[in-house]
């Protein structure tokens, strides 16, 4: 079954530390990973869309890697503010020539960014 | 550009009645999306759009739902009749296909929070 697992649920880091956010899949064929971060109360906007050839991408302070053959992925925040205090979401979309059928998201990673 | 539109922000119904969501796309993106988000199944994908024309509507969870997109600068999504279990956010997204593939960025929308009472 096509699963996408992120961990860990919720985090509390204070201003300025980096983390590490977790997104491990298990769909198969593989087309594109994309991270969205969600304000509360807002929409999600996207920080990094990597197809499967894909290793890396950045955003600002935001990098997402991809390992392909591990099924996971994860995404780096530096130097944290307090505005990025969100959940974050992994969606992942399979198939070898894409398409926005079935797509399977996360349930996320709540972040709380503390002073 | 103001960005995608959703109306209305909040709606409270009351079970049974029709309810219908409204879309304003970016202005010049070809795909448009409706998802739902709810904090026991998270983000859904509805149904999406390609040039007004729907590509795939298998995430409409039943036929009390249904989308249209009678142009490229608008569409709604309906729910008749509304149920409590409806109850949930419902987003739309925009975007421009410029390379032939799905990985262009999605815009969202800020949502219409619905409630069924």
């Known amino acids: 079954k096509n699963q996408v697992e992120q961990s860990p649920q919720s985090l509390i880091i204070l201003e300025g530390k980096n983390c590490t956010l977790q997104?491990?899949?298990?769909?198969?064929?593989?087309?594109?990973l994309r991270w969205y971060k969600q304000d509360t109360g807002r929409g999600p906007v996207s920080l990094t869309i990597?197809?499967?050839?894909?290793n890396t991408k950045s955003n600002g302070r935001y990098t997402a890697t991809l390992d392909a053959d591990t099924k996971q992925s994860s995404l780096h925040i530096t130097a944290s503010q307090l505005s990025d205090s969100a959940s974050y979401i992994c969606?992942?979309?399979?198939?070898?020539?894409?398409?926005?059928?079935?797509?399977?998201f996360g349930a996320g990673t709540r972040l709380a960014v503390h002073p | 550009d103001a960005g995608v539109i959703q109306s209305p922000r909040h709606e409270v119904t009351e079970m049974g009645q029709e309810v219908t969501l409204r879309c304003k796309p970016i202005?010049?993106?070809?795909?448009l999306f409706w998802y739902r988000q709810t904090m026991m199944r998270g983000l859904e994908l509805l149904i999406y759009?390609?040039?007004?024309?729907?590509?795939?509507d298998s995430g409409m969870p039943e036929d009390r739902f249904s989308a249209k997109m009678p142009n490229a600068s608008f569409s709604t999504l309906k729910i008749q009749p509304s149920e409590p279990r409806d109850s949930a956010v419902y987003f739309c997204?925009?975007?421009?296909?410029?390379?032939?593939?799905?990985?262009?960025?999605?815009?969202f929308g800020p949502g219409t929070r619905l409630t069924v009472l």
């Open positions: 997204a925009s975007s421009l296909d410029r390379y032939r593939g799905s990985t262009d960025t999605q815009y």
């Open positions: 997104c491990n899949y298990t769909v198969s064929p593989f087309s594109n």
């Open positions: 990597m197809t499967f050839s894909e």
């Open positions: 969606v992942v979309s399979p198939g070898e020539s894409g398409g926005y059928n079935k797509l399977i």
């Open positions: 202005s010049g993106h070809d795909y």
């Open positions: 759009f390609n040039n007004n024309v729907p590509i795939d």
